[in-house]
């Protein structure tokens, strides 16, 4: 699996801007700033930032088949273990998903 040629540099940079500012409004301001939009053409937000510093595709990791339709007719999440992953290269460093994972982990109002 290859990464987007455009989108993998802008996830990197959503990552490097993130550890150095450790505030996602700050991130999404900064992009915006530079002329980036979002895989739709959108002005990036606070939300679209959070979901790329979470999303374990920055690692090279692809978790498919994880979730199912439940017996309500509503999407539900299925247990791990049926989960499938693909794997690519990484777009950003494991120490690097880690440090800003654990930015992320801190409760709001605490200091970075």
Do not use: C
């Not at 959108?42 to 939300?47: F, I, K, L």
């Amino acid at each position: 699996m290859v990464h987007h040629p455009q989108n993998a540099p802008v996830v990197r940079l959503i990552f490097e801007l993130f550890v150095a500012h450790k505030v996602k409004l700050k991130v999404a301001e900064l992009l915006n700033g530079m002329g980036h939009s979002t895989a739709n053409g959108s002005a990036w937000t606070e939300v679209q930032v959070d979901r790329v510093l979470k999303h374990t595709s920055a690692r090279g990791i692809y978790a498919i088949n994880t979730t199912r339709i439940g017996e309500s007719g509503k999407r539900e999440p299925r247990p791990e273990n049926e989960w499938f992953r693909i794997f690519a290269d990484p777009i950003v460093s494991d120490e690097l998903f880690e440090e800003a994972a654990g930015i992320l982990s801190k409760k709001p109002g605490a200091p970075a």
